[in-house]
């Protein structure tokens, strides 16, 4: 499949050469370090092959995207009765705010938001200590990319533990609604570990994978798991700006804050991109832009 | 491509003997009136085939569908010029909040909550006369429909206006910020007379071929704009009940308080269900319900 | 009682020498017009003395400052039955949100924000024409002001109501929950009048002096209703900086967008005071500024 | 003064008799445990004299009535310097409300609302443990009330503390906008202790003394500072019911959770009222009906 090289080999040009490159998440000091002139992207197939351009084999900070993976585990923990933890509608706000908690008494909408992941990962950790259940976690991811070589950034954990007001807030106001059935400090604990995954392009794609149902992926869950899977990234998975994802994509996609999107294209390949400015809404300036040139070329939107 | 009869045969005879059918929307008597026991469901092909069950020559106002057919004229007049009087963002309220436009300068999220309509509206008027304009819409769905026999229900549209304040609320405060460029009565009269179509499901069905894309079907737009519409469809086309959709149903949907939903099976056929009940969320309760059941049947949900 | 003459020269002074002298309103011509340079006060007592300084003898528009007087006769018209209709809270939200509506069922917090004020007039209306209630509020600001020569400005109220799509907004949504016995349109017609009254700073301090119980003081209420009144103009009569006007001034006061204010000095007197330029709370710049040196002064504040 | 001996009397009968208590607050036991039969209230005159009725020397947790008095302290702290980490507007939401933060970066409106209430003590606190700012507290309260007994009870600030969930969800939201100097345990561990402060009316009414600026009342603060907390408990003392007892009673006054309610009739004198039933919007019920017949018979209204 030379096509998906030659247009994945354009779109690293084209990038390259985009001056506007956004803006580095500020709030950590080890996010804030890296270098923006940075751009990577792969993709995967379920038989094996796997075509990439730029930095594809730099870590970087899967922050958010690990919702994707810490959401497996909670459904196939719990099944539908993770459902009513936490909801399955987009926010109309933005990825951090608790006023929707407020109003819907301390129910998150989505998984997908702060507020909602929390929730996630307090019901993916069942009533284990954090240590055992992000030794969980990194052994999913690990199964899923078929790759040992996946850990967890202790420096970038720390200082979300240092920064995590703001979380904090989320996680003890869903707690004073009886919504967490851990204490607050051992979920974050494990939140702020899990968004500290350090992954590369090509390990992110494999991962992906899973979610693809394409012949010959890893089968991690069912396939209606899988397929609802990809309903909540499309209608949530960029937080406020899914519909602005949806409509220039076309993909279910899921970004992080690191400037990482992990895009699956169902039946077909999935897709990982990263660089590491971001743009107003928060998601990968260029891995936006990269990802809308990638479902133009291929014509692998969903709603075409 | 007897599978799909017998899936609708199945559907049929299972919404028959549901019990709860939801409750009729009372706000206007043209809508209260409707017999709940109704029930229909017609599939359109691009080829010409078309299968059906139940009540689906029955002729229903469909409400907020119409929001589909406006947005494409108003696309076809501006291009992506519509977007800066527009978003494209799931709103995270309910279909007739005001609440947003106060906190967003009177800009609409999407097209399809009510005030996002009125301003669609307003575009895809351009500076017409509202006759002008209804005349140019019924032409435009009877085009799509392959059908003349597709009217507006005067009555239906009266009461609309009769119990029109919400909207009306709506359209002022968006008059207020300058985001009509029609006299706010115009725009309004306009609007309630395009919620007033009646159709049957099997002219729904057959209108909604324009956006599968499928070899043979009415090309009245562009691709691009196409896929775009049907991305807005499954962001938002169930107001806050669009993530349970995606969820439960995995396709592209608009649903109508009248109890009506065209669904786009992008590739391959266009689906319209109608049953009068609505549901909690203000959507027909047996049309979900069947559409989800036919998408589980058939696999065609886009995320899989 | 020199004394008050001499703290009003020395306030004359001071806000002649003022040269912020904040922003004139912009959203109507003839009050976009008005020359920021002036200043005037005024100061009455019950039994007949009269003090002033600057411009207390021409005449401005006094706006949101006529609700006390509707809201007067609202009271007298229903009694205490007029609360089932409008709250006596403070909002927390600027004087013409529409957020609260939503929230409280089309309910207004209070008289004097503008969703309240329109169901206040509403509600003193009775069923009577808009002409005949503007009659008797004239009527009654004359008797209150013991002075004939008060009148509606035709020419601010015809700018109020081409301008005041939002004032319609929140009126037809309190209509669509049925909060108003009114035509809509004869309710904004009858408030677009009722603030256009054209006052004098004297003849504003005269007509206040019905809410100062003061022994002499026209009685054109209950002592518990005036009370009430004053309650509720301190609590409210600020908008969203009712709680600064009571921190810095200590006294009932309600301001107008044309820079007017109405202050109580329950038992004492009743102070008019006008600049045209606000601050960035929409109130009278020197006005709060002008009452703040005068309740110091004289030291009237109801707290200490 | 024989006369308010007898109105306390009348009161005392009528509050005996009265059948709808209110109910007393659940959310931690020793609150719960609490006789709801019990009702005292005491007022205390500058000169000494004191009148009582009922239960007015039993203790109860004074709560939410300790904000008056760290108010007292913030402010003497810091001055005016204060009101730039505090603001001083009605909130219009729940006294445990989060969503005014979100929308103002965080600072809260007033000193009253438990987010304004944490930031007071945080800035009384200045950067002294926990335990110095507590006893400073009770030193102050006692030097004001007259009365060395006056404790925190310390079975209250642990069960406080054990469910305080809330209320570090407001405090970890301040300190992710940096408006907290302290830890934010810290912070609320004195805040949880100093609503555990225990007083009878008695003891409240003389500690409220300070406040009326009566001829020979202890004199902790200058008459413009006492002038403006008068001013702040009128205006937001009640949280979102401040308007109704403006209305209702007339005075500045401050409620607790515990049932109590500190009344200030600037001038002439400082009443406490109590009794442990509350209303629907958490205020003490027959505290505000007792409040509310002892302002009418008296006549005390600063608005008449």
Redesign the interface.
């Given at each position: 499949m030379t096509d998906v090289q030659s247009i994945l080999d354009r779109i690293g040009e084209a990038m390259q050469a985009t001056k506007d490159r956004g803006t580095v998440a500020q709030y950590i000091p080890p996010l804030a370090r890296v270098d923006p002139a940075q751009f990577g992207m792969a993709v995967a197939f379920a038989d094996g092959r796997l075509f990439s351009t730029g930095d594809a084999e730099t870590r970087f900070s899967i922050q958010s995207i690990s919702k994707v993976f810490t959401l497996s585990l909670a459904l196939g923990r719990l099944g539908d009765a993770f459902w009513s933890k936490v909801?399955?509608?987009?926010?109309?706000?933005a990825f951090n705010?608790?006023?929707?908690?407020?109003h819907e008494a301390g129910r998150p909408?989505?998984p997908f938001i702060n507020a909602g992941a929390i929730a996630t990962t307090d019901a993916a950790m069942a009533h284990h200590a954090p240590r055992d259940f992000l030794a969980e976690l990194v052994q999913f991811v690990r199964a899923a990319a078929g790759d040992e070589d996946i850990h967890i950034d202790a420096a970038v954990a720390q200082s979300e533990q240092a920064t995590g007001?703001?979380n904090?807030?989320?996680?003890?106001?869903m707690?004073?609604h009886q919504r967490l059935q851990n204490p607050?400090e051992q979920v974050l604990g494990a939140y702020f570990h899990q968004c500290a995954l350090s992954m590369t392009c090509v390990q992110l794609a494999r991962a992906g994978l899973m979610l693809t149902?394409a012949p010959g992926a890893p089968r991690l869950m069912s396939?209606a798991r899988?397929?609802?899977i990809?309903?909540?990234m499309?209608?949530?998975g960029h937080y406020?700006?899914?519909?602005?994802f949806?409509?220039r994509v076309?993909l279910?996609g899921k970004s992080g804050v690191g400037g990482g999107i992990l895009i699956v294209a169902?039946?077909k390949a999935s897709i990982a991109v990263w660089s590491p400015g971001l743009n107003a809404q928060g998601n990968s300036k260029l891995g936006t832009e990269a990802a809308e040139m990638f479902a133009q070329a291929t014509g692998w939107?969903?709603?075409?």
């Open positions: 909801g399955r509608e987009p926010s109309g706000q705010s608790i006023l929707q908690l407020e909408r989505n007001d703001l904090r807030s989320l996680a003890y106001f707690a004073s607050v149902g396939p899988r397929t609802r990809n309903a909540l499309m209608l949530c406020d700006a899914s519909g602005d949806a409509f076309g279910p169902p039946g939107s969903v709603f075409s």
